[in-house]
């Protein structure tokens, strides 16, 4: 039987850190049966509107549904492909321009199955987790995003 | 009846609220009946795209509302 993963927060208050990111990586050392991680690292970035620059994004969501949503979807991937392991973090609050905001990463025992398992884990996640996002311009003015 | 209603992303902003409740003085009893409500109260809510969720399950359709049942309005996702 697959294990499935223990109730945890899929959320990170503010940008991801690269310290985090390095400590879930590191943490596989300990399994030798993986041969590939395939990872997604989503950034801000500095879109531009006329005049304006995006200096930052906040982030909000439906929490309790998108929580649940986050564990349907870690499950499924679970359930439908042979992986070792995956991972999700996501950003709630603020995050700067050239920060991360999204993480995700397979693990699996070849390298074949990672590219295309990461690819279905992120598109499900931007469709189907409730997140919104707010395009916050340097000069104070904002914009939502659809 | 009671029900709570939340407001997400820019419908916060339309709204000046992030949730109300809808109590027997204007019952809902479906989310076709909801929609209605509210776009007259919130007029603005005419030109907002959203989803409605009941009890955190996005509906398809005209969905039957209970007392006591979480009500949100979702405006389309941009996780990521």
Redesign the interface.
Known sequence: MKKTHKAHSFFVDGAISFAHITKIIAKHATNPEIGAHSIFL?QVRNDKAGEKTVSEIH????R??AE?EFLKIENEIREQYEITCLHIL?SEGKVQAGEV??FAMVSAKHRENTFGILKEL?DR??????????EIFSDGTHR??? | MSVNI?F???LA?VTGLDQITMDHASPVFDSAILKEKLKNIYPALGAC?FAI?VN?TVTSGNQDIHDGDEV?L???????
């Open positions: 989503g982030y909000s969501a439906y309790e549904m649940k996501h905001s999204l992120v996640i931007k469709k189907r987790v409730p997140i919104w996002k707010k939502w995003i659809q | 939340k997400f992303g820019n902003e795209k969720a955190q949100a979702l405006p389309p996702y941009a996780g990521g």
